[in-house]
């Protein structure tokens, strides 16, 4: 603790400090002075100096009795290791030097003090500008506001105040920091070739020293100082006392120069002297309070998610997890031998990392995802394969995951449509989705249709989990969870690709990342963009592509990895957004059996777009190797409309026009769709409509694991606490749109016609433990899910709020039988939460689980055969419009009852290495899924209807597979992959499938080949859908949709 | 409005026998229309024969109100072949080929007129329904002044429909008339022997429901396919008819509507409601046989049944109360009365919606849903 002690006086004893003692002292006479020219009188200047930095009731007040306590508190955090201390610029900075370097040496040469004054100007100009941008962030981003109130509440300003900051501030401050200085002072060592420094004193940049010296501390101080004309030019103290004056705050976030706020706007000359009254009108917290102000900032922060008593549940449930993991602090935990499979576990995808971090997620899926040592079916898509075929549609990623079913929808996977043994696929929404193990979805728990979905390219990891191993994730534990890996922050060297490819209908894919760092400081930054003209003929003809584009942030900071305990701060920022031209209108299947990939003009009008912000701050702890914590807060916030056509304004629903509708009325209005008739009266209108949703969701999540060997017995419990709010906000609205000449054009303004508000507040939590007795493991575990919601409906005045509370047990079983060979069971409860708008009595989806199989690995050859059985007391189904249901019962739930669903997954594959670095390999996977619902009974809900006892579920096929054939040589790889799948049901049923029903059966082929040309470079070709086959994906929302035609792409990646 | 369903549990309903006595109920009614289309056939003839003559003329408009009045009885009937292909088992728009109002494009029917293309052998192959039928009979007798297209259409721009002289205009439309008149009178037929048992024998497919029938293969299946019938006054005679015109259901954008109201041109939209009423007590009470009323005794809803009789009671008691003046002048004369009508229909059309399907396990047709009640 000794380093913890010092800690404490670092803000008087470093002279890189402002408030360096010395520079503390000389603030007197500097200020002295600074008034002396101002007032031209001793006297005057001796009080205003007196009166605004000396005077006692300034260093007695309540307020400067915090800004110590604030300072102090800091410096015991960072000596307890929770706060970074020693940042890591120099590792940022080897990085980038390292980077470059492999790019190229320029091997400038230049006197060194040349060098130095520039590196003193650029250092101090990024530095200046830098923490403007962050500071004026503080202020504009409303979570941010609510840390950076703690310096604001000040209510009076002395040289302390400049640490009264949250810690979380500070640590943002300090990353900004490294960031900066690493950067830049890498980019100087690159230039030059010599070790860069800015021009010093005291062993600290001079120009800040110097600064600080001249008043650097009267900017916290009641010292009226204005620099005149010359705040133009330089933020003076004056001006930066006018931005902490109750009110006045959107000015002067500059900090030296005045250049920022210029740019920004921002800019208030000080004038003539003011007295100001400091402070906050309404602070988070109480000035003098220093718990109210390390909490009161996070709760204010957390309040804007999460309501008061919800806050608190989380809090008190986190704090034991917290102390679990202190407490169990590294000398406490005797060293043990860590398993192979452990090693395992704990991995990265290994890409880009030459250096092992600190385990920063938690995955219990075993990398190669083949045969994994888990009790539950668990797999993964590993970044190898995901790279082979460069598919960016989820659903073709997927498609060799037994027992996971998709129901694509517009060819590409933008909206991806996913179910897991039964689970209704529509917009995924009874699949627990996270990436990084955080949801992903727009609003999960109040609207969880996954209207949003990541650019799968980007990914490095796709880890499916059924059975017992869903227990551990959710809500939804019916079918399971998916969870997107992405990547990780380079811990070895400065490193990055680019992917860039090219093919049909002017398709473009754009991949990018970047990054560097160590084991204690490293960012990346990575983007995808893609766009096509798209493959579908708009009557008239028309854009029917899309440009979407992903960006994505990560920093991270760790303390020494040379600690026994070692922390790690993680920052994630998303920004992702589309455009589409998609609509909802599919085709008869008259003209889906001549022209598939036609679009009526009546679709014209369609478009969606949308956009995500998302952040993640991650602080994870590992306490030697048996105990890690990582605790994750998590924002995002999706904004989308969709402008598309919802119905006739008369005649027959748009599903039930394109079955037939070649005869009778129906062949009018098919004419009006098509263009080829006018629409003539009230009833032949268009009604086109933008659906306009705002979701939000955040939450802070927490997953501890500890492990222990107790007698014969290894143990690895896991403790999980998640406390989540979102919101879903809908405003539709619709117009009537006449048919005229084959365009449809506007009769009248939008009229809104929905406007609710759904949110979800959730705790969730969970506890597993993974029990190990020689060959045996036991897996229990138990999560439990409390959910409030809130259904306001503002058209029909509606408010419905309810709680559900549900304990959702499991337990799997796995034994090593022989070496090769492996068996395992499980059994669990599953559970989907019921709709917010659903009345307080209607039920959740429940089912009760079971699973058992065996797995054999041996030589290569690897296989594994799981039956299932999902008992569903009450299947439901939740009404969206891509499941055909109307905007009156969007977000309703129509529940089914008992429904068995049960079936066989299988899996076949093994690899032939053959001489010469040359090698086959190959895998096959099978499904069979059979579904019965119980009773007879009919429903709104346009997939169940009419249901009688003994039905089959719809979209669920009975058969479905892949085969992947793979021939590896020396310098690349070719590939052959078929999806199979058998017919499926538009509607419930059973025996014959109805034409008008029917999804018939498909086969598909891609192709994928790369070639390594270079070290660096890798050129590649795929083909989707090689044979050209046209096929049918599905009849919702309205009519026939085609699968994606044949579509190449040539592309090169470049790796440094 | 959430349509209302019934989850879960079994149905104990016994509606074989209701279905075995419906063909009874709805062939008559086939038969009694089928044969007014023949009169109708006649009294067109007739004046096409004498384009000029009023007597002639006022004779086919007469038996037009004739066989339009039985028509809206068996409009209800839409079961099987008469019912749309989109949505009904067995549907083969059979109703749409005779009347199908409201996507009637008398635009269209003038353009035939000048064009003549009504001549040709294949003209109901080349056409859609909205330029044949007993609507488009409607306009050609009872319209004769001037076409119903806009200014730019290309038979007013190119002068071909002022080409045509007063005379020359009777008579095409006469002749067209003919062409129709015929035509309704076959479609009526085919409809009819769809359902003889020495025809097609749907009454043979509807009493067979989950006993053999190749349409209905449950006895539920029959029993919905009655029952979406019934929803007839439901998005028909209230909405279309009714709720469109009166600005209560979307559709019209200023209130009242006088030109979405049905039967524009012989103003016999109030008989019509009637008609349909009848027509829907007919399916309903199963005539002098089972129907649903029986179902719903027999499940011990007689209280269900009690209102469902009292609703149609004062439904009917509603339209009758709005006179002989059609509903589109009634709009600006009596719209109170207009108002009332249409509550009245509702709330028997809400029992319909909202009781019925929880008592006998139906399913409710999804158009149902739509409006804004």
Redesign the interface.
């Known amino acids: 603790m000794t380093d913890g002690w010092r800690e404490l006086f670092v803000p008087l004893l470093d002279p890189g400090q402002r408030t360096y003692l010395p520079a503390l002292l000389a603030s007197v006479p500097v200020a002295f002075l600074l008034m002396l020219v101002v007032l031209k009188d001793v006297r005057a200047a001796a009080t205003a100096v007196s009166r605004g930095l000396l005077s006692p009731s300034l260093w007695r007040h309540r307020s400067t009795v915090l800004d110590l306590q604030l300072a102090l508190a800091k410096g015991l955090l960072r000596g307890m290791g929770l706060l970074p201390s020693a940042l890591g610029a120099a590792s940022v900075a080897i990085a980038v030097i390292h980077g470059l370097r492999s790019w190229t040496d320029p091997g400038l040469h230049a006197a060194p003090w040349l060098v130095t004054a520039l590196y003193s100007v650029v250092l101090f100009v990024a530095w200046d500008a830098s923490r403007y941008a962050l500071h004026r962030l503080m202020h504009a981003v409303p979570a941010l506001w609510e840390l950076h109130q703690v310096h604001h509440s000040a209510e009076v300003l002395t040289p302390l105040t400049y640490h009264r900051t949250h810690p979380l501030e500070s640590a943002l401050y300090q990353l900004r920091g490294a960031l900066v200085t690493g950067g830049v002072a890498g980019v100087f060592v690159w230039l030059f070739g010599t070790s860069a420094a800015p021009a010093q004193l005291v062993g600290v940049s001079a120009a800040g020293f110097l600064l600080n010296l001249l008043g650097g501390n009267l900017r916290h101080s009641h010292v009226w100082i204005s620099y005149g004309p010359l705040e133009n030019w330089l933020i003076s103290p004056a001006q930066h006392q006018i931005h902490h004056a109750v009110g006045r705050d959107e000015s002067n976030y500059g900090v030296w120069l005045a250049l920022w706020d210029r740019l920004g706007g921002s800019l208030e000359l000080a004038g003539p002297s003011q007295t100001l009254e400091m402070g906050l009108a309404d602070a988070n917290h109480s000035p003098d309070d220093l718990l109210g102000a390390l909490v009161g900032p996070l709760r204010g922060a957390a309040l804007r998610a999460f309501p008061r008593p919800v806050w608190l549940l989380a809090v008190g449930l986190l704090l034991p997890v917290v102390a679990f993991a202190q407490g169990t602090a590294p000398g406490d935990t005797e060293p043990e031998e860590t398993e192979t499979e452990d090693e395992d576990e704990t991995e990265e995808s290994g890409e880009d990392e030459d250096e092992e971090g600190p385990d920063e997620s938690i995955t219990i899926v075993d990398r190669r995802g083949r045969t994994p040592r888990v009790a539950g079916s668990a797999h993964v898509v590993d970044a190898e394969e995901l790279e082979r075929f460069e598919h960016n549609d989820i659903h073709r990623v997927l498609a060799p995951v037994p027992g996971v079913y998709v129901r694509d929808e517009d060819g590409w996977g933008l909206r991806p449509n996913i179910g897991l043994r039964g689970a209704n696929s529509d917009r995924s929404a009874k699949v627990a989705l996270e990436e990084d193990g955080v949801l992903l979805g727009p609003a999960p728990y109040s609207a969880p249709a996954a209207y949003y979905f990541p650019i799968t390219t980007r990914m490095v990891g796709v880890e499916v989990f059924k059975g017992p191993a869903a227990t551990a994730h959710g809500p939804h534990t019916v079918g399971g969870a998916i969870n997107l890996r992405t990547r990780s922050v380079p811990q070895g060297r400065f490193s990055g690709g680019l992917d860039v490819a090219y093919g049909s209908f002017n398709s473009l894919k754009l991949h990018g990342h970047v990054g560097g760092g160590s084991r204690t400081a490293g960012a990346m930054l990575e983007g995808v963009l893609l766009r096509t003209d798209g493959f579908k003929e708009l009557d008239g003809g028309g854009d029917t592509g899309f440009l979407k584009g992903e960006l994505m942030f990560k920093g991270r900071l760790a303390t020494d990895p040379s600690r026994p305990a070692q922390s790690v701060w993680e920052l994630k920022l998303g920004y992702a957004g589309e455009q589409s031209r998609e609509t909802y209108l599919g085709l008869s299947d008259a003209d889906f059996a001549e022209t598939p990939y036609r679009r009526y003009a009546a679709s014209r009008e369609g478009l969606m777009r949308w956009k995500r912000a998302q952040a993640e701050l991650a602080w994870s702890l590992r306490a030697g190797k048996n105990v890690d914590v990582r605790v994750v807060g998590y924002y995002h916030f999706v904004d989308r409309s969709w402008t598309k056509l919802n119905?006739l304004?008369?005649?027959?629903?748009l599903?039930?026009?394109l079955?037939?509708?070649?005869?009778?009325?129906?062949?009018?209005?098919m004419?009006i769709l098509r263009g080829e008739?006018d629409s003539?009266?009230?009833?032949?209108n268009l009604l086109i409509g933008t659906n306009l949703r705002r979701f939000h969701a955040g939450g802070v999540q927490a997953r501890a694991r500890w492990r222990a060997q107790i007698g014969p017995v290894r143990n690895e419990l896991e403790v999980g606490v998640r406390v989540h709010r979102d919101q879903i906000a809908r405003t539709h609205d619709e117009a009537a749109y006449g048919m005229r000449d084959a365009e449809p054009v506007a009769?009248?303004e939008p009229v809104v016609i929905t406007e609710n508000r759904h949110t979800a507040t959730a705790l969730a939590a969970h506890v597993t433990d993974e029990l190990a007795i020689g060959p045996l493991r036991v897996l229990p575990g138990v999560r439990l899910e409390v959910i409030g919601t809130r259904a306001v409906d503002e058209l029909v005045g509606e408010d419905l709020a309810k709680t559900q509370v549900v304990a959702l047990p499991g337990v799997g079983v796995h034994l090593q039988a022989a070496p090769s060979l492996s068996v395992l069971a499980g059994i669990h409860r599953g559970f989907s939460p019921s709709a917010p708008s659903a009345p307080a009595e209607t039920k959740p989806e429940t089912s009760a689980n079971v699973e058992a199989g065996a797995r054999f690995d041996y030589r290569g050859v690897y296989a594994e055969a799981i039956g299932f059985y999902n008992g569903y007391e009450n299947l439901t189904g939740q009404c969206t419009f891509s499941g055909g249901c109307?905007d009156?019962?969007l977000g309703?739930q129509?529940?089914?009852?008992?429904v068995h669903v049960f079936g066989l997954e299988a899996l076949l594959g093994g690899e032939i290495d053959l001489p010469q670095g040359f090698g086959l390999y190959g895998r096959v996977t099978y499904t069979l899924t059979g579904s019965r619902f119980a009773?007879?009974?009919?429903?709104?809900f346009?997939q169940f209807?009419?249901v009688?006892?003994g039905d089959e579920l719809p979209y669920v096929p009975v058969h479905q597979g892949s085969a992947n054939v793979g021939f590896r040589f020396p310098i690349g790889t070719i590939e052959l992959g078929a999806k199979a799948q058998s017919a499926m049901r538009d509607v419930a049923g059973q025996?014959t499938i109805a034409p008008t029903e029917l999804i018939p059966a498909y086969v598909v082929l891609d192709l994928a080949a790369n070639v390594q040309i270079s070290e660096y470079v890798v050129v590649y070709a795929t083909v989707n859908n090689l044979t050209n086959r046209k096929y049918m994906v599905s009849r919702r929302p309205f009519g026939a949709r085609p699968g994606m035609p044949l579509q190449a792409m040539v592309g090169a990646k470049l790796r440094f | 409005m959430r349509p209302a369903c019934v989850e879960g549990g079994g149905t104990s309903l016994d509606a074989g026998p209701m279905l075995e006595g419906l063909p009874a109920v709805i062939l008559p009614l086939l038969d009694a229309a089928a044969e007014e289309a023949a009169s109708l056939e006649d009294a067109v003839e007739a004046w096409a024969s004498v384009p000029g003559g009023t007597d002639e003329l006022g004779e086919a408009q007469a038996a037009w109100r004739a066989a339009a009045d039985a028509w809206q009885v068996a409009e209800v009937l839409q079961i099987g072949p008469a019912a749309p292909s989109t949505s009904s088992r067995g549907g083969e728009d059979g109703r749409d080929e005779i009347y199908s109002w409201p996507t009637s494009n008398p635009c269209r029917v003038d353009q035939e007129i000048v064009e003549e293309g009504y001549l040709t052998d294949s003209y109901f192959d080349d056409n859609l329904v909205n330029v044949y039928g007993l609507d488009a009979l409607e306009y050609l007798l009872f319209h004769p002044g001037l076409n119903a297209c806009a200014g730019q259409h290309p038979i007013n721009e190119d002068g071909t429909w002022d080409a045509l002289s007063p005379s020359e205009l009777l008579s095409r439309r006469a002749t067209f008339a003919r062409r129709l008149a015929v035509r309704v009178r076959g479609d009526m037929d085919v409809l009819v022997t769809a359902w003889e048992p020495s025809g097609g024998d749907f009454a043979g497919e509807l009493a067979s429901a989950g006993t053999g029938s190749t349409v209905y293969t449950t006895e539920l299946q029959g029993v919905n396919a009655v029952f979406d019938a019934l929803f007839y006054i439901e998005l028909e005679t209230k909405d279309a008819k009714l709720g469109v015109p009166l600005g209560r259901v979307e559709g019209c954008g200023a209130p009242p509507c006088a030109d979405l109201v049905e039967s524009r041109w012989a103003l016999e939209s109030t008989a019509h409601l009637a008609a349909n009423l009848r027509g829907f007590r007919a399916l309903y009470f199963g005539g002098e046989g089972l129907g649903f009323d029986d179902l719903l005794i027999g499940l011990g809803e007689d209280e269900l049944h009690g209102r469902v009789d009292s609703a149609l009671n004062a439904a009917e008691a509603s339209i009758i109360a709005l006179g002989d003046a059609d509903v589109g002048s009634l709009l600006t004369d009596a719209p109170a009365d207009v108002d009332a009508a249409y509550d009245a229909v509702k709330a028997l059309a809400d029992l319909l919606k909202n009781e019925l399907p929880l008592v006998l396990i139906l399913q409710v047709p999804n158009e149902a849903g739509g409006d804004n009640d």
């Open positions: 119905a304004s008369g005649g027959p629903d599903h039930g026009l079955l037939g509708g070649e005869s009778g009325q129906g062949a009018v209005y004419g008739q003539e009266g009230a009833d032949q009769l009248e109307r009156d019962q309703d129509f529940n089914a009852g008992r009773s007879t009974f009919v429903s709104g346009p209807g009419l009688e006892a025996g």
